[in-house]
């Protein structure tokens, strides 16, 4: 460390702010990699879906689409006929996830951006590896599936914190929360109202 910077508070504070600054700008390009990588997984996805539906193709076409990609992309590791899979089911979960332009093209307003699917693209803002999990533990429900996305966001989970949590049917719980709850609250006598206020508190934490 220079002795600039120990001397010199205004400058040691100019560094420090360029040192935030890259770690922001290394945070943003991380997710922007990663929003195009799951943007073009759901575009494949579909294809592969597509082509199944149409054509009949079995199993084996997972392996022989692989094949050509790797001959193709030999330095791609992301078409092992498993992952192309995880891929067909991404898009079948969320079909309506309709692939908006990004926010950076200077053509798009917001009088031409598409809506159909806005609120499903969420699902492009947390990694592959926790998408895998979720389509793995809520197969055919893309209500759960979102909900598990939106708590992944809202807190940050890593992949061991998301499987704990699919483990204990959080979605469940807070689904039969917003059903009985305010069932009780019509319950309860109108002179408790510190009561329920506690109730209403108990559900509001859990959605």
């Known amino acids: 460390m220079s002795e600039l910077i120990k001397a010199d508070n205004e400058y040691k504070e100019w560094i420090a702010g360029i040192s935030t600054d890259f770690r922001k700008s290394q945070i943003r390009a ?3 990699i990663n929003d195009e990588m799951l943007r073009f997984y759901w575009k494949l996805g579909k294809g592969i879906s597509s082509m199944s539906e149409q054509f009949g193709y079995g ?3 997972y392996k022989t689409v ?3 990609l ?3 992309l030999p330095d791609v590791k992301s078409f092992s006929p498993t992952n192309l899979k995880y891929m067909r089911y ?3 979960m969320y079909p ?3 692939i908006c332009p990004q926010v ?3 053509l798009i307003t917001d009088a031409n951006r598409p809506q159909v699917g806005d609120n499903l693209q969420i699902i492009f803002r947390i990694p592959w590896g926790h998408n895998k999990i979720i389509l793995d533990k809520c197969k055919g429900n893309s209500a759960k599936a979102l909900f598990y996305i939106r708590k992944t966001i809202e807190n940050n989970w890593s992949r061991d914190v998301l499987l704990n949590f699919l483990g204990t049917d959080l979605y ?3 689904h039969q929360c917003r059903i009985y709850f305010p069932v009780l609250l019509l319950l309860i006598p109108v002179h408790l109202p510190v009561f329920q206020s506690c109730v209403l508190s108990l559900c509001m934490s859990r959605s």
Do not use: R
Request: hydrophobic content about 35%.
């Open 96 to 98: 309506d996830a309709v």
């Open 66 to 68: 692989s094949d050509d």
């Open 70 to 72: 790797k001959s193709i």
């Open 90 to 92: 991404f898009y079948e």
């Open 104 to 106: 950076e093209d200077e």
């Open 172 to 174: 469940g719980i807070n």
């Open 30 to 32: 991380s997710m922007k």
């Open 59 to 61: 199993m084996g076409f």
